[in-house]
């Protein structure tokens, strides 16, 4: 049953907004379209030791912005958390095409949190996917978090690769 997830999975992504799909790492659980927030058309969580799982999610949203506003608009939103620290960490090459890349910092229910944000404007849409982990559990799925990004594409149906 767990070598079907991805193959289901890619037939449930390619009939969202823009057909834009990241890969999430092997053994991870895809949550149901229906489970899934407003914005967000793909999630898959992993397997901690902690009550919070590291979890990937995928969501897309339009804008009027170009990446430098929605990259302030971004980091605005993100500081008007106290509790939270967020940083560039620079530009990234995924699939799709270069991408910013951010971490966020913050505190939950269940302790200290670290995410991976990144993001890409394209044709009046922003594509976004957020890494989540406990910050302890982080270092362990750093390599997983960042082959899921780098992964993040567009189907040959949607937006052309690496269009602005």
């Not at 489970?35 to 339009?62: H, R």
Request: with cysteine; hydrophobic share 40%.
């Amino acid at each position: 049953m767990k070598k079907l997830v991805l193959p289901l999975l890619l037939i449930f992504i390619q009939g969202f907004a823009e057909d834009c799909f990241f890969i999430p790492p092997k053994n991870w659980q895809a949550i149901a379209e229906k489970k899934l927030p407003q914005n967000v058309t793909q999630m898959a969580k992993g397997y901690g030791k902690k009550e919070l799982p590291p979890s990937i999610n995928l969501s897309i949203e339009k804008t009027s912005l170009n990446i430098e506003q929605y990259t302030k608009a971004i980091k605005a939103v993100h500081l008007s958390n106290r509790l939270n620290s967020w940083v560039k960490l620079g530009n990234i090459d995924t699939a799709a095409g270069e991408a910013v890349l951010t971490q966020i910092r913050s505190k939950c229910e269940w302790g200290a949190i670290r995410m991976l944000q990144c993001f890409m404007v394209k044709n009046g849409h922003a594509y976004v996917i957020t890494t989540t982990a406990l910050e302890e559990e982080f270092p362990k799925f750093y390599r997983e978090f960042f082959s899921s990004i780098q992964s993040l594409q567009f189907t040959s149906s949607g937006i052309s690769q690496k269009d602005s």
